[in-house]
């Protein structure tokens, strides 16, 4: 089948998904519970993390302040695309809401002696729960100042509120605007991964995998095919060796997840690696081409972002917190979830196998899993266009796999790495549809549909923590095949028997296939 009607039928079937999700009510599910309600719920469409996009992107219309006034777990790119989905409906945000009335609160509290710290106050504001709202209010001293902050905070308290009922109003049509956002971003990682399998001379059908339940129901419910057509794109760009755009698009991914910057070394590696035997040019003219010029285009992008977060808030010290914060939160302050593999080691009600005490030591040694293998298997040189594929699925994994929390909206990094692997892996033929399936399995359906509810919020059963560790088996499985592949293709390639003039990776891939 031609490239054309691969292409049609890839935008048929994200169309098809896009109706679908947009289609289905809140909690759609599938089955008869005992309570009436769907046995299995959310079973297209989940909407956990899109309330937290929600609130990130709210700065745009309320013109807060990314980071400094609107807390964001994301890097500033994301952070920033949140904020378009508000343009798809009428969203009725009041500019300044709830910023204006805390800041205001924020302030009197200060010049009042209460005796705790700049930060302390502003998390009295921020961050004081419902019921204990009065008992703050009352401990303000008596006379002028004190009245004014107690007026403050309630008027802070009250724009708070406000905010909350917005956001419930808000939540629906918030949803379906990033839905409709994902489905271009979708069908681009679907278009990516064709034109990988055609480089590497395999057969377009693996794409379709990308179709599958897991990975169709993270695209629109999650955004992860941002960065990852972002990630393909600067992968697809460098074995065509468009170097400097290959650059530019791993820079912006980085801006939208962080972990892509960890490929850096693995683009390096493969550009010297498989270029060094046919160079026509001195050292350094050679050197500058293949990964001077690439860095510098991939730092410049990193560096023109922060500017631009730094600026956004005005520079000075309140620039350098909006730049810097969400990388300090995420190395200092994020927590692992119950179903992360840190987790499992450490919980006595799960695997066990070390102490609670150990975690915080053992999060420090995962961040060298997720580092040191990935520089290592760099500095083997990575000769070929397979190599490189291999490479970038291990590090993508060791990064799913060695996070402190786990996400299972991950399997979008880890499918258009390896899918264009697919026609020279039997391995991978199994293992990731496998994936993409088993994902779907932990969630929604056993985390939303087998979990008993409790005043904590859900208790996932039996079944559903022998699919997490059948995932993790998975998943380090697949990461011991990434690398096997990456060192096999060292050991196949031999830059010596490169015609002159060819680079080794042209050498050693297969044609593409014809048109």
Known sequence: MKLARWLALGAAIVAAYLALVLWAPAGFGIGAGTDGKPRWPNVVEDAYDRHAYQQRGRWLPAGGQPYLEVFSEYPQLTTWFFGLAYFGFDHQVLRG?????????????RALDLGVGPKDVEEMVKKTPKAQRNVLIERMPKGPQGAAAADALRAAFAAQDRVVAELTKNAEAYGRAHQVLMAPFYFALYVLVLLCLREMGAPPAWALVLFLPGPAFFAFNRFDVLPMVLVLGAVLALLRERLLLAGV????????????????????????????????????????????????????????????????????????????????????DRKANHSSVLALMTAPERWNWLPAAARDRWEQIFKYAMVLPTLLLALSGLRTKAALLHAAGFTALACVIFQKFFSPQWVLWILPLLLPLAGRAKAYRVLLPLLAVLIYAQLPLLFYGDSKVTPNGLDPSPRFWFVTNARVVLLFALWALALWGALAERRRADPQR??????????????????
């Open 97 to 109: 809401e709830p910023f204006t009335a805390e800041n205001d609160a924020i302030a009197k509290l």
């Open 498 to 515: 490169a015609e002159p003039g060819a680079t080794t990776s042209a050498a050693s891939s297969p044609p593409a296939p014809a048109r």
């Open 249 to 332: 698009l791993l820079g912006l991914a980085t801006m939208t997840k962080i972990w892509p910057i960890a490929l850096a070394p693995l683009f390096v590696s493969y550009r010297l690696s498989s270029t060094w035997a046919g160079r026509r040019v001195g050292v350094w003219p050679w050197l500058a081409r293949e990964a001077l010029a690439p860095a510098a285009a991939c730092l410049g992008v990193c560096a023109l972002v922060l500017a631009l977060s730094y600026l956004q808030a005005g520079g000075g010290e309140r620039g350098f917190d909006a730049m810097t914060r969400v990388y300090l939160w995420h190395d200092q």
